[in-house]
């Protein structure tokens, strides 16, 4: 296909796309109305009302959702390619992928059987009323949870990605010294230092960064200031584009909540606030298995932490709603996974009784609930933080917890993390590797959570920034490879996977930006 045929078909989705969306009917309205404006000429027609939109702002909320649609726009393909090959190209991730969700799928349906608690379930006027009356204090209600138990683990998913193979790839061809010393035996291409060098150029040991305390030729207090009127210009435009430039340096806590929403371009206009209502709705009507699980996980994780404790109850408002958001399924058509089907009650193997569950189609395993909790920090309404949250779901975090051959999927993570070590601190790797601790199997938790729950808040927002920025997960491998090294010193003493996991417990105290700039940039190739 060539570059102006492609142009074209892109322009034509994307076109497609947002013709169907509240945006375009926003606009329509807008120019229709403006009609009775006395600067609005006929013989000027196409271009007064373009001057009229752009001087309202709405050709700039146009460029927005049209930069969005490019960012999530699925690559180029033959047009002949089935849509499973759009989703995920390489067939042996895609069995995988489909065997995992099986696996998954199987234990929801068990624990459903074995406990006799239906899938869903309309909840009793009584209940409703109930669910109603404290939805803003759920942290205090204490259901019985301990029937219940995580669909899966961090190190259920990591045991699937280690025994991945490529049918088709025989790997005595590329035996080299170093070749099979880390766990993730697939052929897949991720970036060595170089390589990063080239696309974290912002980074540069010489450029300054909000997260590091100290700069080399700029006095911090003197960049920080410019920095900062430079991002309020960037939110006073209202430019997703500049918006995700500008983070690529870290954003200033007082303009973060505003540059990440305009990055997502997550808006909070009435029509969210009202579909947010919906939801709420729906949770309080229907009783689903999945609540449990989200409750059971709020549990586990959000409420011990030390940082996110006290947002246990917007946790649960936002999750139990993201169950029931059927928008949520758009996301499949570039994601790897299928959502799951279960078989209305009675009629097991029929096809046609299969429904969508849950009607989001992504089942919480353990830990989900920290991929929510530290945008508490920024946003504290409700319906905000919601749709902050789904969008930065279905851009990013989804890839961390399904298998695909993308460079932010966490196959290729997990993959670069080891060639990162394994490159630059061979002996470290050796070593660990002799005494059966292998890096991955402690590195894998903080990666499959982008680092949520493990790093202080401000640090992992400052790190989560550079996710936006650069629009990529790779950062996150980065960072796992970075705290290996800081930590190899005393990492070369130990003699056991539990003595190594001890000198790594915690991470709370490391400051993220100086460690991804010293690895990536001091590091001798």
């Known amino acids: 296909m060539d570059d102006n045929a492609e142009l074209s078909l892109t322009i034509a989705q994307i076109v497609q796309r947002l013709k169907g969306s509240h945006l375009h009917s926003q606009i329509e309205r807008q120019a229709k109305e403006c009609l009775h404006q006395p600067e609005i000429k006929l013989e000027s027609l196409k271009d007064d009302v373009r001057s009229f939109l752009k001087a309202s ?12 649609e490019l960012l999530i726009q699925l690559p180029q393909s033959h047009p002949a390619a089935p849509p499973e090959h759009l989703k995920e190209p390489l067939a042996y991730m895609r069995k995988a992928q489909a065997s995992w969700e099986k696996r998954v799928l199987k234990s929801l349906n068990s624990m459903s059987s074995e406990l006799d608690v239906p899938l869903a379930r309309m909840r009793p006027a009584a209940e409703q009323k109930d669910l109603a009356s404290k939805w803003n204090e759920m942290g205090t209600d204490e259901p019985d949870l301990s029937r219940f138990r995580p669909v899966y683990a961090p190190k259920d998913f990591l045991e699937v990605l280690i025994n991945l193979r490529n049918p088709n790839h025989n790997s005595s061809e590329d035996v080299g010294i170093r070749s099979h010393w880390g766990l993730i035996q697939v052929p897949l291409s991720v970036r060595d ?78 029509q969210d606030v009202m579909y947010y209502e919906q939801l709420t709705a729906g949770v309080i009507q229907h009783d689903l298995l999945v609540d449990n699980l989200i409750y059971k996980d709020v549990k586990l994780t959000a409420s011990n932490d030390d940082y996110y404790f006290v947002f246990e109850d917007f946790l649960y408002q936002v999750l139990l709603c993201f169950s029931r958001d059927t928008t949520v399924l758009d996301h499949f058509k570039y994601n790897s996974a299928t959502p799951p089907r279960s078989y209305i009650q009675g009629k097991v193997g029929d096809e046609e009784s299969a429904i ?29 933080l919601y749709s902050v949250f789904k969008e930065m779901y279905t851009r990013y975090f989804f890839r961390l917890h399904s298998i695909s051959s993308s460079s932010s999927g966490i196959v290729s993570l997990c993959l670069q993390f080891e060639r990162l070590l394994q490159a630059h601190l061979p002996q470290l790797f050796y070593h660990l590797r002799q005494i059966g601790a292998q890096p991955l199997r402690i590195a894998f938790k903080w990666m499959v959570r982008a680092f949520s729950g493990y790093l202080s808040t401000d640090q992992l927002l400052l790190l989560w920034d550079r996710v936006l920025g650069y629009d990529s997960l790779e950062i996150i491998a980065v960072l796992a490879a970075a705290v290996f090294a800081f930590r190899s010193e005393n990492l070369m003493e130990v003699t056991s996977l539990a003595s190594a996991e001890a000198v790594l417990a915690d991470l709370s105290t490391l400051k993220v930006m100086p460690l991804i700039q010293i690895f990536l940039y001091a590091t001798t190739i």
């Open 193 to 270: 230092i170089p390589q990063l060098r080239k696309a974290y150029s912002e980074l540069n040991l010489t450029k300054g960064q909000l997260g590091i305390d100290d700069h080399a030729h700029i006095h911090p207090d003197l960049f920080e200031n410019d920095y900062v009127q430079i991002g309020k210009k960037v939110v006073q435009e209202q430019d997703s584009a500049a918006a995700q430039q500008y983070s690529r340096q870290g954003c200033p806590t007082g303009l973060r909540a505003e540059l990440w929403a305009l990055i997502l371009n997550s808006t909070n206009q009435p």
């Open 356 to 384: 969508i569950y849950p009607p989001n189609g992504v089942i919480p395993f353990h830990g989900f609930s920290m991929y929510v909790a530290p945008l508490c920090f920024l946003y504290n309404e409700p319906s905000k």
């Open 57 to 68: 702002g709405w050709e700039r909320k146009l460029q927005n959702a049209v930069y969005r």
